[in-house]
């Protein structure tokens, strides 16, 4: 295992993570084609953005059509590698159907390859002299398990997640959190004792959430790395 200390003190570093972390299709990392007189689906791949991206051809040609039977359901093709091209054909089994080469093209489009499925991005901002992602999505598990990232200091605003991950008493002081930062943002000052006397919804109950409402799960992910001597900000979340 390598130092810790580059991926929070060094840009590319805390890229390579956010790359681990962000959810990326197929169609990111070479060319698809739909060729319809041999009825299959042809991608070729880019090699030197795999290589930019540290992800090899052998994990993309494993993942690919493994995630597309196991996460979109999609079971009734073959595949043909071949990595001296760079290539991968995916052949629907019924080959008579122009739908059903289409239903696959668009699952091999869409198939995500590399990263988490359930972050749509990652931005990458540098504060207080380190380097922090801030994802649109959460999946506190998998995140956990990236190299790189801090789990200690890494937050999430979806608070049933929180519960399930880290238990029902994180998952409360996150709503503690919640409402003292929004409370504050609104210029409405208050004492944390203030806040915890409220009478708490247990986290993943439906009434937690509004009639109608669609939540945007975010994650702060923070980085490893030893801090530099001397105090350094790293922001609230």
């Not at 991926?7 to 993570?17: I, K, L, Q, S, Y």
């Not at 590698?81 to 008579?96: L, Q």
């Not at 490893?224 to 900000?233: E, K, L, M, T």
Request: aromatic content about 6%; some cysteine; glycine content about 6%.
């Amino acid at each position: 295992r390598e130092a810790q200390d580059d991926w929070a003190f060094n840009r590319d570093r805390a890229r390579e993570v956010s790359w681990q972390i962000e959810a990326a299709p197929l169609h990111e990392f070479g060319d698809i084609t739909i060729d319809m007189e041999k009825m299959q689906i042809l991608v070729l791949l880019n090699k030197s953005v795999c290589d930019r991206r540290k992800i090899g051809l052998e994990e993309i040609f494993e993942a690919a059509p493994k995630k597309i039977r196991e996460k979109r359901h999609f079971r009734d093709f073959d595949t043909e590698e071949d990595v001296k091209k760079a290539s991968i054909a995916f052949i629907p089994k019924n080959r008579e159907s122009y739908q059903n080469l289409f239903q696959l093209a668009e699952h091999v489009r869409n198939v995500i390859v590399q990263g988490i499925d359930d972050i749509e991005r990652v931005v990458v901002r540098k504060e207080g002299g380190e380097y922090i992602l801030y994802t649109e999505g959460s999946n506190l598990k998998d995140v956990f398990e990236v190299e790189g990232v801090d789990t200690s200091r890494t937050r999430s605003n979806n608070i049933s997640e929180i519960a399930d991950v880290l238990g029902i008493e994180a998952g409360r002081n996150a709503i503690i959190q919640e409402a003292l930062s929004t409370l504050n943002e609104q210029g409405i000052g208050v004492e944390l004792h203030d806040v915890r006397s409220v009478r708490m919804t247990a986290p993943g109950s439906s009434s937690n959430r509004s009639a109608g409402s669609k939540a945007l799960f975010c994650q702060r992910a923070v980085l490893a790395g030893r801090r530099p001597s001397g105090p350094v900000s790293a922001g609230s979340a």
